[in-house]
């Protein structure tokens, strides 16, 4: 059985608490990177990052964008949608295509 | 085009033909290996826009709805309303095998299915906001999980096609025409000895012919 697990500022997180998924608060200034580290070697198949959060950790996440688990997933925080979600499947179209034919409308 | 030396013998000729072949049947099938997942990967990626759009917008209501919260109540009650839940979310994680890329598919199993039991907190301290926000985010739930299992395809698939991709093109602009030109080569070489051997015999005939009856 695997979990689902959520990272990001307790603002923008805390909801999903009610929602039965494992929260972890990191709180402004603090280093993300030993418990995001400890959430990819756990038992969770998805975890979800704020997108302010995922651009501090851009290099650990990168690392995972081609193993088949976990599925890390940006969504956006209390703060706004920063589009960077977006950017990231843009990115993969290049990546597979040589060239954006989906964003560009 | 023949960088490499080559034994210009008639094994390494018969070597190097079915190598040729070997080299063009399977670029043909990674050709059309690749072209099938860039299919598909086109129908999942726009799939993926879609859902991330959904959520994206699912998420940022249900956080204005937090907000509001947040503001009719103190942040104490609304940690404490927040920290026992009582619904739990587990995911059954399969895989699907699209064109020989394994993508994960996940199956959500809920503690209690019922959603309107899914409320963690006693409604005598805490605001009606809070219950809108948890039930738009309970309603984005399944989507976002849907949008993981997407997107992780996509990054994979995305990877396979550019490995896919290189290996059309090594084959295509590489292999197989250096091959060829090393086929080229032997052939060249191998008729050019044949050439030379029947000028020396032809050769040879004439000085025999002439030792023995002088012409």
């Given at each position: 059985?695997?979990?689902?697990?959520?990272?990001?500022?307790?603002?923008?997180?805390?909801?999903?608490?009610?929602?039965?998924?494992?929260?972890?608060?990191?709180?402004?200034?603090?280093?993300?990177?030993?418990?995001?580290?400890?959430?990819?070697?756990?038992?969770?198949?998805?975890?979800?990052?704020?997108?302010?959060?995922?651009?501090?950790?851009?290099?650990?996440?990168?690392?995972?964008?081609?193993?088949?688990?976990?599925?890390?997933?940006?969504?956006?925080?209390?703060?706004?949608?920063?589009?960077?979600?977006?950017?990231?499947?843009?990115?993969?179209?290049?990546?597979?295509?040589?060239?954006?034919?989906?964003?560009?409308? | 085009?023949?960088?490499?030396?080559?034994?210009?013998?008639?094994?390494?000729?018969?070597?190097?033909?079915?190598?040729?072949?070997?080299?063009?049947?399977?670029?043909?099938?990674?050709?059309?290996?690749?072209?099938?997942?860039?299919r598909q990967f086109l129908d999942m990626v726009k799939l993926n826009k879609k859902l991330r759009e959904k959520v994206e917008k699912?998420?940022?209501?249900?956080?204005?709805?937090?907000?509001?919260?947040?503001?009719?109540?103190?942040?104490?009650?609304?940690?404490?309303?927040?920290?026992?839940?009582?619904?739990?979310?587990?995911?059954?994680?399969?895989?699907?095998?699209?064109?020989?890329?394994?993508?994960?598919?996940?199956?959500?199993?809920?503690?209690?299915?019922?959603?309107?039991?899914?409320?963690?907190?006693?409604?005598?301290?805490?605001?009606?906001?809070?219950?809108?926000?948890?039930?738009?985010?309970?309603?984005?739930l399944p989507d976002m999980l849907r949008l993981a299992e997407v997107e992780k395809s996509c990054q994979l698939m995305a990877d396979?096609?550019?490995?896919?991709?290189?290996?059309?093109?090594?084959?295509?602009?590489?292999?197989?025409?250096?091959?060829?030109?090393?086929?080229?080569?032997?052939?060249?070489?191998?008729?050019?000895?044949?050439?030379?051997?029947?000028?020396?015999?032809?050769?040879?005939?004439?000085?025999?012919?002439?030792?023995?009856?002088?012409?």
């Amino acid at each position: 059985m695997y979990r689902v697990a959520v990272l990001g500022d307790k603002e923008s997180i805390y909801g999903f608490a009610a929602l039965g998924l494992d929260v972890f608060f990191v709180s402004q200034g603090e280093d993300p990177e030993p418990i995001f580290k400890k959430l990819t070697q756990s038992d969770y198949a998805v975890i979800y990052i704020t997108e302010q959060l995922a651009s501090v950790l851009a290099d650990e996440i990168a690392k995972f964008s081609y193993k088949p688990s976990p599925a890390i997933i940006q969504i956006p925080g209390v703060w706004g949608n920063t589009g960077k979600g977006m950017a990231d499947v843009k990115k993969s179209v290049e990546k597979a295509v040589g060239s954006d034919i989906i964003f560009n409308d | 085009m023949a960088t490499k030396q080559v034994n210009p013998t008639r094994m390494e000729l018969t070597r190097l033909k079915k190598k040729l072949a070997t080299a063009t049947k399977g670029h043909k099938l990674l050709k059309d290996k690749r072209d099938e997942l860039m299919r598909q990967f086109l129908d999942m990626v726009k799939l993926n826009k879609k859902l991330r759009e959904k959520v994206e917008k699912g998420i940022s209501e249900a956080n204005k709805n937090f907000v509001l919260a947040s503001a009719s109540m103190t942040s104490e009650s609304l940690s404490a309303a927040m920290l026992s839940p009582k619904q739990e979310v587990y995911l059954e994680v399969g895989s699907k095998n699209i064109m020989s890329v394994d993508v994960p598919k996940y199956e959500i199993n809920y503690r209690t299915p019922n959603t309107n039991d899914m409320f963690c907190y006693g409604l005598a301290f805490t605001s009606c906001d809070l219950d809108d926000a948890v039930s738009s985010l309970s309603k984005i739930l399944p989507d976002m999980l849907r949008l993981a299992e997407v997107e992780k395809s996509c990054q994979l698939m995305a990877d396979e096609i550019e490995k896919t991709r290189r290996r059309v093109n090594a084959l295509e602009h590489v292999m197989i025409p250096e091959t060829k030109a090393n086929i080229k080569f032997i052939s060249m070489k191998l008729d050019e000895n044949e050439r030379a051997t029947q000028t020396r015999l032809m050769k040879v005939k004439d000085m025999m012919l002439k030792e023995a009856h002088g012409y």
